[in-house]
């Protein structure tokens, strides 16, 4: 680990990633490309990256950590359709503000816009889907997926939103990929909007990070909620002082804004 410290510093210099802010596993897999490379040294590594924009690229992806499924745990995303978004309907209208972060290849992005279409949701304004990882990005704006990937999606929903294409593939119709803004985006250095979200999508994101990076991270969320705003997280994770933050939890993984 000689020479580790030091090399973190570099890079967050070098990318804007704040290596300490994750936890073991991020630090395991930025180890274990080191060792692909075949790099003698962290010196070696840092000359790499900044001279090669390709291994630069190829690093940010090889630590993020995407999850490629439309409607995962399909519970919630009924509780979203059936009670959660229906009362922010009734609150706001149909002209509601969301936004998936942690976005990854769009699957989580997309199944929020079928949702949007289904509820008659009005489109401006646009689900915005903000992701670091730039490849991962650029899949999900040309919104096509292999057949595995929706084994959630009702089938009455598959005929109505996506269109078949070769080799056991999908494509995501305009329709839904025209509600979706998505964007390159570091969540840990990019200031987040104000009280501006009716809900917030933050799934399976939070569970790379640090304890740290997590007290940091949840309040700008909140502040980014509007007063009656929802904070949905993954499946894995929970909030302990929800209270401390303002917070009302609403049901399995769900949160809600305290006026």
Wanted: include cysteine.
């Amino acid at each position: 680990m000689q020479g580790y410290e030091k090399f973190k510093k570099k890079i967050r210099a070098l990318i804007d990633i704040d290596l300490d802010a994750y936890k073991y596993q991020i630090h395991r897999r930025a180890h274990m490309l080191m060792q692909r490379w075949k790099c003698a040294n962290y010196d070696e590594y840092y000359e790499m990256l900044r001279k090669d924009p390709e291994k630069r690229k190829e690093f940010l992806d090889y630590l993020a950590i995407n999850v490629s499924e439309f409607f995962r745990n399909p519970s919630i995303w009924r509780s979203l359709r059936d009670k959660v978004l229906p009362d922010i309907i009734k609150d706001r209208g149909k002209r509601i503000k969301m936004w998936s972060a942690g976005s990854a290849t769009g699957e989580e992005a997309y199944s929020l816009a079928i949702l949007a279409c289904e509820l008659n949701l009005l489109c401006p304004p646009f689900i915005e889907a903000w992701d670091i990882d730039e490849e991962a990005t650029n899949i999900a704006l040309k919104g096509v997926y292999h057949q595995r990937q929706i084994t959630n999606v009702p089938k009455e929903w598959l005929e109505k939103y996506f269109t078949k294409v070769q080799d056991e593939h999908i494509r995501v119709k305009d329709e839904i990929k025209r509600r979706v803004q998505f964007k390159i985006v570091n969540l840990l250095s990019t200031p987040f909007p104000q009280n501006l979200y009716d809900l917030i999508l933050c799934r399976n994101v939070m569970i790379y990070f640090s304890s740290e990076t997590k007290k940091e991270l949840y309040p700008k969320f909140i502040q980014a909620l509007r007063p009656g705003g929802v904070l949905m997280v993954g499946a894995t994770e929970h909030i302990y002082n929800y209270r401390d933050l303002g917070l009302e939890p609403l049901g399995q993984f769900l949160y809600k804004k305290l006026v």
